[in-house]
């Protein structure tokens, strides 16, 4: 009797074992207790504080939290292009120390070089990030990716000539030219008019189902819509100074999800409900909280 008992719990476990070996998740980002610190005239300020953060190998992830909490901070830490204070950041199994082109990143100020045309400024990148193609296929990238963001028309302009969401969709052109295994967006639709940038949400899904949405995809924005409509899960922050995060919410609504549908959905109600919660704190003006 024993003997059966020890039995049925050692196949259970070597059962339990297998089967979280087989589920377990490709780890793709991982911010290990990192906390950023910058020195200003007044002192040190630590932006943020201890964070911990896994994102799994094709998982899109919001970051969202009021202006100033240190979402760009966050980023720029698994850019390589802000260096934790303390922690560290692994990307692609590999210590993050520096920018490289496993990871698109559009900036929230679009980043354009602005002595170069459009055309070029995307050029430039898929050179330098995809050195073994050939110039034919490089030609073909950059048109591609103009075409995509509705831009071939104004490729010979310089970015000083574009209006704010049309340097956003350059920039936007020029992340996805390079197809990285990450994919680094701050705020990349802010910019833009509601149509544009429903048409910019199917483009990066697609994007993401060309690869077998095994592209991992970081993504800061203040749209609570966007952020359901487009994440597996969203990354609420407190506010700063040493800013931490708040909460995480997952998003369990099934893919191809349909904007026009998704917000019938009870389940997409309760995590806009709870994503508004934890953003704002007064509903009206005669809230006394
Ligand atoms: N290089 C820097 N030197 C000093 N302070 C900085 C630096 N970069 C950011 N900060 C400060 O860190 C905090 C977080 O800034 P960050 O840009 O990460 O915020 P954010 O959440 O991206 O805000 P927003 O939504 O407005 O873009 C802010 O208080 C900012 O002033
Ligand atoms: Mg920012």
Known sequence: MSTSTTFEESTTEVTDRILSQVTQPEISIRVDNVTVSFKTPKGIYTAVKDIDLT???????????????GKSTLMGTISGMVKP????????????????PDRGIVFQNYSLLPWLTVYKNIEVAVQSALKDLSSAEWNKLVEANLRMVNLWEHKDKLPGQ???GMKQRVAIARAF?????ILLLDEPF????ALTK????????KL????????TIVMVTHDIEEAIFLADKVVVMNNGPAATIREIVEVPLKRPRNKKDIVHDPKYMEIHDRLLGLLIDK?????ER
């Open 283 to 287: 509903f009206s003006i005669d809230d």
């Open 177 to 181: 030219a390079i197809n990285p295994k």
């Open 162 to 164: 574009l209006s704010g």
């Open 85 to 100: 204070s303390a922690g560290q950041v692994y990307a692609n199994d590999k210590k993050v120390e520096a920018p490289g």
């Open 55 to 69: 994102v799994n190998k094709g998982e899109i992830v919001a970051l969202i939290g009021h202006s100033g909490c």
């Open 208 to 215: 993401w189902n060309l690869d077998n949405r095994e592209k």
């Open 190 to 193: 802010g910019a833009l008019d």
């Open 198 to 205: 429903s048409a910019m949400h199917v483009e990066l899904l």
